[in-house]
């Protein structure tokens, strides 16, 4: 639960543990900043949802691809893992999300570790929701659109040592 309103970014109240309020300014959290990929075909869903990653203040840079085979090949030439966190969207024209994901395997393991991929779709098949549950490197299934809480919530399950 955010308490306070999107654009008012000191102090965000969000709850880290239950029954605790802890202020994400001032503490590790606020400290440690993500670097954001999306990889989407609908450039008006990218333009939302980097505002909305950019609302959060946990953001060191938000990159956005419409074509995943493109954002293959940003992995492929980075040295360091270029992204912590990956909003990916399932149907896409030339390569869909799932695609993505079986060449997204043959990375470097360190690019991979080091990686949160979430689908982040407009798909109710419950068939696309049980094939993304069962791939290991996918972390979370979203529904379009992001909000701040689900990024705050990300961070909050997938980043504990930040706790």
Do not use: C, W
């Not at 965000?12 to 440690?32: N, Q």
């Amino acid at each position: 639960v955010v308490k306070g309103l999107a654009g008012f970014t000191k102090p965000v109240y969000f709850k880290l543990y239950p029954g605790k309020e802890t202020a994400f300014d001032g503490d590790k959290v606020m400290d440690r900043k993500f670097n954001f990929l999306l990889i989407d075909d609908n450039s008006a869903d990218n333009f939302y949802h980097k505002i909305v990653i950019d609302n959060t203040s946990l953001a060191a840079s938000v990159l956005d691809f419409q074509y995943a085979e493109k954002a293959l090949k940003y992995f492929r030439e980075s040295e360091d893992p270029p992204a912590d966190i990956v909003f990916l969207d399932i149907n896409m024209p030339r390569m869909s999300g799932f695609e993505f994901m079986s060449f997204f395997r043959d990375l470097p393991e360190q690019i991979i570790k080091k990686t949160k991929i979430i689908m982040l779709t407009t798909s109710l098949n419950p068939a696309d929701r049980d094939k993304a549950g069962s791939m290991a490197d996918i972390i979370s299934f979203k529904n379009k659109p992001l909000r701040e809480e689900d990024v705050y919530e990300i961070v909050r399950d997938h980043y504990s040592d930040l706790n």
